[in-house]
């Protein structure tokens, strides 16, 4: 059974920093590629981040690009997002995503396992 389970969520102040970590159990994890979203009231769930499976590919989305890293270690299996320079349009629900077919794609769809998420505040 896939398990994902995110932590280091918060309320933090504009401009700010959090680093997000999501670790994985119940499959092979490192062959899998992995993905950060998000969802803020009222809006859809969408892509932040994801990273191939041996972390040689990265994706951002334009609005986080330059200011969130994400990272995996594979011998921990566990994926992280550092954001920094946190605005208040980044508060929102954060949920780790796994995908155990092969590709890695940035769509919602694409992504089968998904965590509980973890809440991420930025005030002004």
């Known amino acids: 059974q896939v398990h994902l389970m995110e932590s280091g969520g918060g309320s933090v102040q504009t401009g700010g920093s959090l680093r997000l970590s999501c670790a994985a159990s119940?499959?092979?994890?490192?062959?899998?590629?992995m993905a950060w979203f998000r969802q803020a009231p009222g809006k859809e769930r969408e892509v932040v981040a994801r990273?191939?499976?041996?972390?040689?590919?990265?994706y951002y989305a334009d609005s986080v690009k330059g200011r969130f890293t994400i990272s995996r270690d594979n011998a921990k299996n566990t994926v992280y997002l550092q954001m920094n320079v946190l605005k208040p349009e980044d508060t929102a629900m954060y949920y780790c995503?796994?995908?155990?077919?092969?590709?890695?794609?940035?769509?919602?769809?694409?992504?089968?396992?998904w965590g509980q998420g973890t809440q991420v505040t930025v005030s002004s």
């Open positions: 119940g499959y092979a994890y490192s062959r899998n590629c």
């Open positions: 995503a796994a995908r155990i077919a092969g590709g890695c794609p940035v769509a919602v769809s694409g992504f089968v396992y």
């Open positions: 990273i191939t499976d041996l972390g040689t590919g990265t």
